[in-house]
T-cell receptor
């Protein structure tokens, strides 16, 4: 298995609070991605990174920001969490943009 | 826009073959993927096929591509309880293009 960890694995928070999810890789892959998985929607891309400090938006980026200060870490921040952001969040990595992505175990976030 | 459609559920008896179907709309799709998601885990890439191929076989897995009908299928021979999972079909137009995922097919194995 590709070396990808996500933390925390589970989080419950309240509406309006900031939340940061962390993705850590040991594979030295250039590209990193954040997806959310919701029933009826499958996987949707939030943001991705193509290098340190280089990020771009995906299809559902509103309400989310990301940062990548090191190759191995990609952070997803919800500045002010809303109930619509209750979801399972997956990080993925690849060494070619978008291609053959390897996924982390996921973070289940509940916003009350 | 691009879309990937697959049925949501499939029940198969243990030992039988499972066939999971997928259709896509983007005629320029070049890479077609199958991912497997076991309960509580992330997605695992099972296999992928290029659009210039019509079949790919890997042990118990057979992928068939009908490019004319934009139809992709995954056949699992001798289905086992460990095959119980959600299977996602996905496509991308180019090697470095974004991947569009279907909503996933939940495969349930009957004893």
């Amino acid at each position: 298995d590709a070396g990808i960890t996500q933390s925390p694995r589970h989080k419950v928070t309240e509406t309006g609070t900031p939340v940061t999810l962390r993705c850590h890789q040991t594979e030295n892959h250039r590209y990193m991605y954040w997806y959310r998985q919701d029933p009826g929607h499958g996987l949707r891309l939030i943001h991705y990174s193509y290098g340190v400090k280089d990020t771009d938006k995906g299809e559902v980026s509103d309400g989310y920001s990301v940062s990548r200060s090191k190759t191995e870490d990609f952070l997803l921040t919800l500045e002010s969490a809303t109930s619509s952001q209750t979801s399972v969040y997956f990080c993925a990595i690849s060494d070619i943009r978008y291609n053959e992505q390897f996924f982390g175990p996921g973070t289940r976030l509940t916003v009350l | 826009g691009e879309d990937v459609e697959q049925s949501l559920f499939l029940s198969v008896r243990e030992g039988d073959s499972s066939v999971i179907n997928c259709t896509y709309t983007d005629s320029s799709s070049t890479y077609l993927y199958w991912y497997k998601q076991e309960p509580g885990a992330g997605l695992q890439l099972l296999t992928y096929i290029f659009s210039n191929m019509d079949m790919k076989q890997d042990q118990r897995l057979t992928v068939l591509l009908n490019k004319k009908d934009k139809h992709l299928s995954l056949r699992i021979a001798d289905t086992q309880t460990g095959d119980s999972a959600i299977y996602f079909c996905a496509e991308s137009a180019h090697r470095d293009d974004k991947i569009i995922f279907g909503k996933g097919t939940r495969l349930h194995i009957l004893p």
